[in-house]
């Protein structure tokens, strides 16, 4: 074992592919920090509307650590079930405008948990191609059949559909893809979905809080809000706490309380960030999350100064090989700006990148600084 451990971390080593921690220190929010000894802004971040700092989020935390214990000491089915985690349901359900709404440990857990559950060896998936690795991972153990079709090709996606036996259909997507920053053809998805007879889960993650009258999501966004079979998302990204869930109908959502293993074998949540989360629904729904959303999108159109094809809050910087990724990173670096590489296998060979993530949390000044440094430098 130790012979393949070496030969694995030199085969990375030797191709420019070793993962390494490193220590973010926050300046009191997770958009500004040290790294290496470097005061820098942080374009890395999911807190795409700064809410991991915000007061109302951090008292709801406070109070709930006062009032509960600090663990919930026991999974869901046991005794980790509590009226903090029951409030947040409740309100994400209301949310999201469904029946019902379940709580999960991570977005990851979430997916793995929900797919699996859903999906057999009488179900087929479809999947696209850049979809996130938690849904790849969950089809995967679900042991359905998996057909992944071409990014946002929709076409490809009706031919698959239409040449399914299957007892079951089961169409996945993100809608909005965490590395190339687009959104899903939902409009048309959903179409094919109902031709076809397949049923549609989105994930939400990186759209929840940010699009949609309430920040509920693409889905809301694009006026086809309640028309998935479930909505998935996560607290961990633009809302700034941690976990994920999942809404639809209530019989849905009982039927994965007795089957999703990453929710049935998993200890519960703390109180504390349940608290922290149900506070960051009520921020996103009111004006103060509308005033938030105007302002990142204020922020996306500086960028297409200089990125034209800014479309999202995460603005993928293509530069195609590991070196030249590595410098444009370091320069930023340099003036203070931190943009982390992503690199194979996290995006297809060829196409290393900047992820450059905005924020309603910057300021004017930090995005004027950036696109005036992405504009001199080599």
């Known amino acids: 074992m130790n012979d393949f451990i070496k030969k694995e971390l030199d085969e990375l080593a030797s191709a420019g592919l070793t993962r390494t921690l490193r220590e973010f220190i926050p300046d009191g929010s997770a958009l500004r920090g040290t790294i290496n000894g470097r005061r820098v802004v942080n ?21 709930a650590l006062e009032k509960w214990p600090i663990g919930a000491s026991a999974s869901r089915l046991i005794t980790g079930s509590g009226p903090w985690v029951s409030e947040l349901e409740e309100k994400t359900a209301a949310w999201k405008k469904r029946e019902a709404a379940l709580y999960f440990g991570s977005g990851y857990g979430a997916n793995v948990g929900i797919i699996a559950a859903l999906a057999d060896r009488d179900t087929d998936l479809f999947l696209d191609k850049l979809d996130h690795a938690s849904i790849v991972d969950g089809a995967v153990l679900s042991r359905a059949k998996l057909n992944r079709y071409r990014h946002n090709d929709t076409a490809e996606l009706e031919r698959l559909l239409k040449r399914s036996t299957a007892a079951r259909k089961l169409v996945v997507t993100d809608t909005i893809f965490s590395m190339d920053g687009d959104s899903a053809p939902l409009e048309d998805i959903v179409g094919l979905c109902k031709k076809y007879d397949a049923l549609l889960i989105v994930d939400e993650a990186h759209a929840s809080g940010v699009f949609g009258k309430t920040g509920a999501g693409m889905m809301e966004e694009i006026g086809l809000a309640g028309r998935a079979f479930l909505d998935m998302g996560t607290f961990s990204k633009a809302l700034g706490v941690s976990g994920g869930y999942v809404a639809g109908d209530r019989a849905t959502i009982e039927y994965l309380i007795n089957r999703a293993r990453s929710f049935i074998f998993t200890t519960a949540t703390p109180p504390m960030v349940c608290a922290a989360c149900a506070a960051a629904i009520e921020v996103v729904m009111t004006g103060e999350g509308t005033h938030l959303r105007e302002r990142l999108q204020e922020h996306i159109a500086t960028l297409r100064a200089v990125i034209p094809a800014a479309a999202t809050q995460i603005v993928p910087l293509i530069l195609g090989d590991i070196p030249a990724t590595r410098a444009k990173y370091e320069a930023l670096l340099e003036k203070g700006l931190l943009a982390l590489p992503v690199r194979p ?31 001199t430098i080599n």
């Open 345 to 375: 296998p996290t995006v297809p060979t060829g196409t290393s990148r900047l992820r450059i993530s905005l924020s309603a949390g910057h300021t004017d000044e930090e995005i004027t600084a950036l696109v005036a440094t992405l504009s």
């Open 43 to 63: 374009f890395s971040s999911n807190s795409y509307l700064g809410l991991d700092s915000h007061p109302g989020l951090k008292k709801a935390a406070a109070a």
